[in-house]
């Protein structure tokens, strides 16, 4: 429920006012001056200020220049009522600041429609802005990100591996971070039973290694390439005495890191609970994804990296891949496959 305050001297004005916008769904403060207006425009910062000119104590110019002097106060739309309808008066309100002005006596209608207007107008203000903060946001931390990045690429140790070889095991401990330069990268372990799981997928751009900043972690799982890649590692020592001076950098590399655990305990989830139908098609579009195609693009990957990401055994997907070529959700030709229809392969249940 938006709210109102209305700063009339006029008592019988006053509460009719009040009467309609609350008839009107809004909820209502009132003040009979612009002293008490401005105390209870400070204390509940009303949605909007509907306010008189002429009036004991402060008049409604002294009302929106204490308005404009806070900053919980200046964004509130400010609309002017009075029966002076001079253009001098109007102007002078309207250079100071005000949204609109209504003359004394005013219809019902063009009071509502001038409030539902500037609320409206404030609302769609508000959006922009806080839209423009979140880019500058977004900028900021890009560009933070970029730093690093860049610094990976100057200041480490370029690594080259052809499809299939292993850039870390399992085991082997973690002095690095690595920068992923071109190709994909995956995680994986194997499982008691001697079946691969596969958990993570890695691209361009994306870090990958990072278990602590203590020499001595072990890595917890293996990388290897799913085609030929190129990488860059930056020692943890290194690393650690550079995000030790830059708490921007450490931020966003925790919040990227935090990103990534949330996104394997999601794909965990989905390999306990969910059906093997559901599992294929997830792991279908994360490929997809992850080699940032178009959906309707095809993606060649072999049908174990598929099963061990989406921890099902090989015949299971292959079955599950034969029923969604029959239904026409996916095309398949030798080791490549194609989207259909996404949107039934991400509904799938």
Same mark, same amino acid.
């Given at each position: 429920?938006?709210?109102?305050?209305?700063?009339?001297?006029?008592?019988?004005?006053?509460?009719?006012?009040?009467?309609?916008?609350?008839?009107?769904?809004?909820?209502?403060?009132?003040? %009979?001056?612009?002293?008490?207006?401005?105390?209870?425009?400070?204390?509940?910062?009303?949605?909007?200020?509907?306010?008189?000119?002429?009036?004991?104590?402060?008049?409604?110019?002294?009302?929106?220049?204490?308005?404009?002097?806070?900053?919980?106060?200046?964004?509130? %739309?400010?609309?002017?009522?009075?029966?002076?309808?001079?253009?001098?008066?109007?102007?002078?309100?309207?250079?100071?600041?005000?949204?609109?002005?209504?003359?004394?006596?005013?219809?019902?209608?063009?009071?509502?429609?001038?409030?539902?207007?500037?609320?409206?107008?404030?609302?769609?203000?508000?959006?922009?802005?806080?839209?423009?903060?979140?880019?500058?946001?977004?900028?900021?931390?890009?560009?933070?990100?970029?730093?690093?990045?860049?610094?990976?690429?100057?200041?480490?140790?370029?690594?080259?591996?052809?499809?299939?070889?292993?850039?870390?095991?399992?085991?082997?401990?973690?002095?690095?971070?690595?920068?992923?330069?071109?190709?994909?990268?995956?995680?994986?372990?194997?499982?008691?039973?001697?079946?691969?799981?596969?958990?993570?997928?890695?691209?361009?751009?994306?870090?990958?290694?990072?278990?602590?900043?203590?020499?001595?972690?072990?890595?917890?799982?293996?990388?290897?390439?799913?085609?030929?890649?190129?990488?860059?590692?930056?020692?943890?020592?290194?690393?650690?005495?550079?995000?030790?001076?830059?708490?921007?950098?450490?931020?966003?590399?925790?919040?990227?890191?935090?990103?990534?655990?949330?996104?394997?305990?999601?794909?965990?989830?989905?390999?306990?609970?969910?059906?093997?139908?559901?599992?294929?098609?997830?792991?279908?579009?994360?490929?997809?994804?992850?080699?940032?195609?178009?959906?309707?693009?095809?993606?060649?990957?072999?049908?174990?990296?598929?099963?061990?990401?989406?921890?099902?055994? %090989?015949?299971?997907?292959?079955?599950?891949?034969?029923?969604?070529?029959?239904?026409?959700?996916?095309?398949?030709?030798?080791?490549?496959?194609?989207?259909?229809?996404?949107?039934?392969?991400?509904?799938?249940?």
């Amino acid at each position: 429920m938006k709210t109102i305050l209305i700063i009339e001297d006029d008592q019988t004005l006053r509460e009719n006012t009040a009467e309609l916008l609350e008839l009107s769904d809004y909820k209502v403060y009132t003040a %009979p001056n612009g002293k008490i207006g401005i105390d209870k425009a400070l204390k509940h910062v009303p949605d909007i200020i509907i306010c008189d000119i002429m009036m004991p104590e402060i008049d409604g110019y002294g009302v929106l220049e204490s308005m404009a002097m806070s900053e919980n106060t200046k964004h509130i %739309p400010f609309i002017f009522l009075s029966a002076r309808t001079k253009h001098k008066e109007i102007r002078k309100g309207m250079n100071m600041g005000a949204d609109d002005y209504l003359t004394k006596p005013f219809e019902e209608e063009d009071l509502l429609k001038a409030i539902e207007v500037r609320l409206e107008k404030a609302h769609l203000i508000k959006k922009e802005n806080q839209e423009a903060e979140k880019q500058k946001e977004d900028d900021e931390n890009l560009q933070n990100l970029e730093h690093l990045r860049q610094l990976f690429c100057e200041e480490g140790e370029r690594l080259s591996y052809g499809k299939g070889e292993i850039i870390f095991n399992k085991g082997d401990h973690s002095n690095r971070l690595y920068l992923i330069l071109r190709g994909y990268v995956k995680t994986h372990i194997i499982d008691m039973t001697g079946k691969e799981l596969i958990t993570g997928l890695y691209k361009q751009n994306d870090f990958l290694g990072f278990t602590s900043f203590e020499d001595n972690i072990p890595y917890n799982e293996t990388a290897s390439a799913l085609e030929d890649t190129e990488i860059v590692g930056l020692s943890k020592e290194y690393l650690r005495d550079l995000l030790q001076g830059n708490q921007s950098i450490s931020l966003e590399l925790m919040n990227l890191l935090t990103s990534n655990i949330s996104l394997i305990k999601n794909q965990l989830m989905e390999m306990a609970y969910s059906s093997v139908r559901k599992k294929t098609a997830s792991t279908i579009i994360q490929f997809v994804e992850l080699m940032e195609h178009k959906p309707e693009m095809a993606i060649r990957i072999s049908r174990n990296d598929l099963a061990a990401n989406a921890g099902i055994a %090989p015949e299971s997907l292959i079955r599950t891949i034969s029923e969604f070529r029959k239904r026409k959700l996916i095309e398949v030709e030798g080791r490549t496959i194609r989207i259909l229809d996404l949107d039934s392969l991400q509904n799938m249940q």
